[in-house]
């Protein structure tokens, strides 16, 4: 999954601290709902995909502690239960709360019912699934997350209704592992089906965008709404993970190298405007000079230019922590060399949106997103929310101005 920074959340009611994917923001809102009335209570939403997902987490309960010594501090997330110990045994914490159960009010002590609050995000973050039922040999969030299990399309519908009535101009689909949505419904269906009715039931919706997908269970039908669907934002974000075929193999991925030049190529050829953005792993066990070559020339040849380069680190319980490993200035000189290749296809991507109208959605800070994840400056007093035509004419510290 694409992961994202730490954040806070906090309008009223207990303050959240999201870590790691979207789908953590996701159900932070939710929780944030249900904690309407919990003034004294800070809840750390944590992450534990590697090592330093879960440095973060500890070093967020330690911050939170000196920020509200008095206040009721709770730990919920993947990591609650992957370093279920480890967390339980700092004196900062004072409770844990299972992450398969903190969407469940009884979990919390608070009534069942709790008052929905107006999203904090511009963008609005519905997660239609959860779990996986892959093996990936890195990964460790199954074991956080457990089995996947998808919404029906009658309660989707109900959550974009319901961000819908609440302003939210962009929609943002995502999950554990969101293309396996709708396989374990009773009528199997494929994710462009949802993404299909979420646009047809909603003509007023002005921007739906996609959260990291697993490019070869991408269907027919979302593949013709990303190459034809103007309100299907031209960003696709690709779990690609490495790009040298054996280390596919070993990581037990279900694509090859080639499977994911021919999908950027198919789309770029029918929507030439589609920004790529891909998570890529480095310093694998056993992944030789060669194999990090492959890896740095796959994102000049796709184009990725949103790219989340991760240190591999070994995880608990998985099935790579028992392969030889590759030593730790390895792993973070060619982490180095990745963003550095990412950062040069990236600067010269910026450089192709100089001049263009780009439809922004401005976010609090004064900056937003174009539809292609560009991040770009709006012009002062732009309120959040609001959808504007940016035409920038430079670029300073990655920003579009």
């Known amino acids: 999954m694409e992961r994202l920074r730490g954040g806070c959340s906090l309008v009223s009611g207990a303050e959240i601290v999201s870590l790691g994917c979207r789908l953590n923001i996701a159900e932070s809102e939710r929780i944030r709902a249900m904690l309407s009335r919990e003034s004294d209570l800070v809840v750390v939403n944590s992450c534990a995909v590697t090592t330093e997902a879960v440095r973060q987490t500890r070093q967020a309960i330690r911050r939170m502690r000196r920020a509200r010594p008095d206040a009721r501090l709770l730990v919920t997330g993947c990591a609650a239960d992957i370093e279920r110990e480890q967390l339980a045994a700092m004196p900062e914490v004072d409770g844990l709360i299972a992450n398969e159960a903190k969407l469940d009010p009884r979990a919390w002590n608070v009534p069942v019912e709790a008052p929905p609050l107006p999203p904090q995000h511009t963008r609005a973050f519905i997660a239609v699934q959860n779990g996986c039922d892959h093996a990936c040999t890195f990964c460790v969030i199954p074991q956080g997350r457990g089995k996947s299990r998808s919404l029906s399309i009658d309660e989707v519908l109900h959550e974009v ?133 492959a890896n740095l020339t796959i994102i000049r040849e796709v184009g990725i230019v949103h790219g989340h380069i991760f240190p591999y680190s070994p995880r608990p319980g998985t099935p790579a922590a028992r392969m030889p490993q590759i030593d730790k200035a390895t792993i973070k000189r060619r982490a180095t060399e990745l963003r550095r290749a990412v950062a040069d296809v990236r600067a010269e991507w910026l450089e192709t949106q100089i001049g263009r109208d780009l439809s922004v959605l401005a976010e609090p800070d004064g900056t937003g997103y174009a539809e292609n994840f560009a991040r770009v400056t709006v012009p002062q007093d732009t309120p959040a929310g609001a959808i504007v035509t940016v035409s920038p004419t430079r670029i300073q510290e990655g920003l579009l101005k």
Not at 281 to 288: H, M, N, Q, R
Request: hydrophobic content about 40%; cysteine-free; charged content about 30%.
């Open 161 to 293: 209704e319901r961000h819908l009535g609440m302003g939210a101009p962009e929609v943002i689909l995502t999950g554990v592992d969101v293309t396996s949505w709708g396989h374990d419904l009773p009528q199997v269906l494929p994710l462009g089906r949802l993404v299909s009715r979420i646009l047809s039931t909603f003509p007023e919706l002005k921007r739906l965008r996609m959260s990291s997908l697993d490019g070869v269970e991408i269907d027919g039908e979302l593949f013709e709404l990303f190459a034809h669907e103007p309100r299907m934002m031209p960003h696709l974000h690709l779990s690609l993970q490495h790009g040298h075929d054996l280390i596919l193999k070993r990581m037990k991925r279900r694509h090859l190298r080639a499977d994911a030049l021919d999908l950027v190529a198919r789309l770029k050829r029918l929507r030439p405007d589609i920004a790529i953005g891909a998570d890529l792993i480095a310093g694998f066990p056993t992944e030789s000079e060669e194999h990090h070559r």
